[in-house]
Every structure is written in C-alpha cells, then in structure tokens.
C-alpha cells in the first residue's frame, strides 16, 4: 500500500473520474477494482469486494443535489475496513470514511457552490485524510494533495466544457493525478 505504481494508480483514477461524469458504471467498476489493486495491495477477493463499495458509494454520491452521504460514508468504512484487514495499517475505518467523505464535500462545494475559495477546501481535506491513513505528516504530503486538488480542478472544466471524450483535458487530468501521486508516493515511503 505504500509502494504502489504512481503512474497505473493516476491511469485508473483518471479512467474513473471519467467514467463517473458520464455515468458509465461497468466501465467505473473496471477502474475501481485497478484503482483498489494497485492503489492498496489488496488480494483479489478483497479486491473486488472493495471496488463494488467504491461502485456503490461513488453512486450514492452521484446525484446532485440530491445523494445519500450517508450511505456513502458507510460503504466507504466497509472499504477501508477491508483495507484494514489486508494490509499492515491500523487506522480507524470510520474515521478514514468520515475524511475520505469530507474531500467528497469539499470537491462538491468547488464544483458546484463556492468556487471562489479555490481548491484550498479540498487541498485541506485531502491533507487530513493522506496522513491519517498512512501515518504520514501533513507537510510531506500536501504537495500531493495540491497536485490532486488541480487534477480535480482539470476535470471539473472538462465536465463543464461538456465532457468530451477526445479533449485533451483528459491527459491533462491524467498527467496531473501521476505526478501527484508520485508525490505520495514518495512521501509515504519515509513514513512510520
């Protein structure tokens, strides 16, 4: 989990930001189970079984104004309890849920209210949650979580620009989630 491939992880994750904009849902289960395999090193049963939570909670998440955090939140402690029990971390699976849904927030609130703000919301949500689950300090890793935040920021144009599939947005996108999670990568090697 802390030695993953930087450059699938930001294939696959580009892979389902895509695919979830435009509501293709096999095509997102496809990236989750990559994103999950190569992104926490899970077995393949455990594998699959997270990428369904994935699945499950990015469509709860969906639907705008109108979702069930909730129930999102509780896929994603079911997930990272699984990530839990696959690897050799010991955080708490609700927590990391409850921090994992407070980027989902913050995202949500650049995207469609306060824009104005930047992505410092989110870059502040994703540096809680990185070092919570990889025990990490902040410092080290909110450079990756700035670069996170930009890719996000990258495909939020795309989606308004009307999602286009051969916009050149989407290798921006893809190129900005590998360098960041290069950044992570690296930050979390050093870690305790």
């Known amino acids: 989990m802390r030695d993953f491939d930087p450059v699938r992880l930001g294939e696959y994750e580009a892979d389902a ?54 129930r999102a939140r509780v896929l994603m402690r079911d997930f990272y ?19 994992e849904l407070n980027w989902w ?22 540096t809680e949650l990185y070092p919570y689950v990889y025990s990490a300090p902040a410092a080290a890793v909110r450079p990756a979580a700035q670069g996170r935040a930009e890719a996000m920021r990258t495909s939020d144009q795309w989606v308004a620009d009307g999602k286009d599939p051969a916009s050149p947005a989407i290798a921006a996108e893809r190129a900005e989630l590998v360098a960041s999670y290069t950044l992570l990568r690296d930050a979390i090697r050093v870690a305790p």
């Open 17 to 70: 930001w895509v695919t979830y904009y435009q509501r293709r849902w096999g095509a997102f289960l496809r990236a989750a189970v990559g994103m999950v395999r190569v992104g926490f090193g899970m077995p393949w049963p455990a594998t699959i079984r997270g990428a369904w939570r994935v699945l499950r909670a990015n469509q709860a998440w969906a639907p705008f104004p109108d979702n069930d955090p909730e």
């Open 81 to 99: 309890r699984d990530v839990v029990h696959s690897s050799e971390e010991s955080f708490d699976p609700d927590r990391a849920a409850t921090l």
């Open 105 to 126: 927030a913050a995202h949500r609130q650049m995207q469609h209210g306060d824009a104005d703000k930047g992505v410092e919301p989110l870059v502040d949500a994703l």
